[in-house]
């Protein structure tokens, strides 16, 4: 029904930038919020940010003044700005929606893109 794709990975030195994006397709009647995640190997997949659908947003501790969300809602896609890069910031980010489907308005439903892989190296 819904569908979640991820790009703008890659490799990148320290200190470097990338900007992620995903777009939300499918029968969408409305989406509540978007978040970014990430999972390094051996590690819990984790909150790297968050914007609600009215806009306000939040941050892992860790990553706080370097990566910035924002959301273009006539495109139902989210970004995420990653500058000042660090190795530490080396996993696979996905991207999730908490969305309502046309089908069944007043159920909302968290899906999730297939992921893209951030690594940080020199």
């Known amino acids: 029904q819904v569908q979640l794709v991820e790009s703008g990975g890659g490799l990148v030195q320290p200190g470097g930038s990338l900007r992620l994006s995903c777009a939300a397709s499918g029968s969408i009647f409305s989406i509540n919020a978007m978040g970014w995640y990430r999972q390094a190997p051996g590690k819990e997949r984790e909150l790297v940010a968050n914007i609600a659908s009215g806009g306000s947003t939040n941050y892992a501790d860790s990553v706080k003044g370097r990566f910035t969300i924002s959301r273009d809602n006539a495109k139902n896609t989210v970004y995420l700005q990653m500058n000042s890069l660090k190795p530490e910031d080396t996993a696979v980010y996905y991207c999730?929606?908490?969305?309502?489907?046309?089908?069944?308005?007043?159920?909302?439903?968290?899906?999730w893109g297939q992921g893209t892989q951030v690594t940080v190296s020199s």
């Open positions: 999730k929606g908490r969305i309502t489907t046309r089908q069944f308005i007043g159920v909302v439903y968290d899906y």
